[in-house]
């Protein structure tokens, strides 16, 4: 269950989302999960790619649909960018080695981890985003458990963050 946090803010182009997530960078802890949800092409890949770029990352960081989960070494922490779109849906997260990758010692980015609700872990980061009428995109961020609730409080307080402090819709 969330645990009562809940902030957004609209961005208007992909460079934007790259900064936004790119502010989340110094407050990211090992064995830290951010779930990313959203539609298709809503920019839950270029909020990866925000986050790289400001680990420090080398090289490109691509779409992991066909390899359910990339991993990169070359930051200040290791990076895992988990995309579940293509896990079948009788598969566990546990056959992927999921909680072995996230317990371990970098931090993981997790796209359509919602597809897997019941079995994401207990404390994780919540980042949706959603497309409105004009292409903009409303990013909103929930916090469920202790770790990510303080993660999302320091972020927040972030004034590059500009996480503006939202009662969000009603979710379980
Ligand atoms: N404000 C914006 N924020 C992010 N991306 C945007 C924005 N406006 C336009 N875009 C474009 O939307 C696309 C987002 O693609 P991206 O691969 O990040 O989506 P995704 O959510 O990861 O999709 P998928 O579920 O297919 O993996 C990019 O082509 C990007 O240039
Ligand atoms: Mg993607």
Redesign the pocket.
């Known amino acids: 269950m969330a645990n009562g946090l809940a902030y957004s803010r609209v961005?208007?182009?992909?460079e934007?989302?790259k900064q936004l997530a790119a502010t989340l960078v110094p407050y990211l802890h090992p064995a830290d999960v951010v779930v990313l949800t959203?539609?298709?092409?809503?920019?839950?890949?270029?909020?990866v790619q925000g986050v790289a770029q400001a680990l420090g990352v080398r090289g490109a960081v691509v779409?992991p649909?066909f390899n359910i989960v990339l991993q990169y070494d070359s930051g200040r922490l290791p990076l895992y960018h988990f995309?579940l779109?293509r896990l079948d849906e009788g598969e566990s997260l546990e056959d992927i080695g999921f909680y072995d990758i996230v317990d371990a010692d970098g931090v993981s980015f997790v796209?359509?981890g919602d597809r897997f609700e019941s079995q994401l872990p207990y404390d994780y980061l919540n980042v949706s985003?959603t497309v409105d009428d004009s292409?903009?995109?409303r990013v909103r961020v929930r916090s469920f458990g202790d770790r990510s609730r303080q993660m999302l409080c320091v972020w927040a307080n972030d004034s590059k963050s500009r996480l503006m402090k939202c009662s969000g819709p009603r979710w379980s």
């Open positions: 961005v208007t182009s992909p934007v989302m959203g539609d298709l092409g809503a920019g839950k890949t270029q909020f779409s649909t995309d779109y796209e359509w985003i292409g903009a995109r």
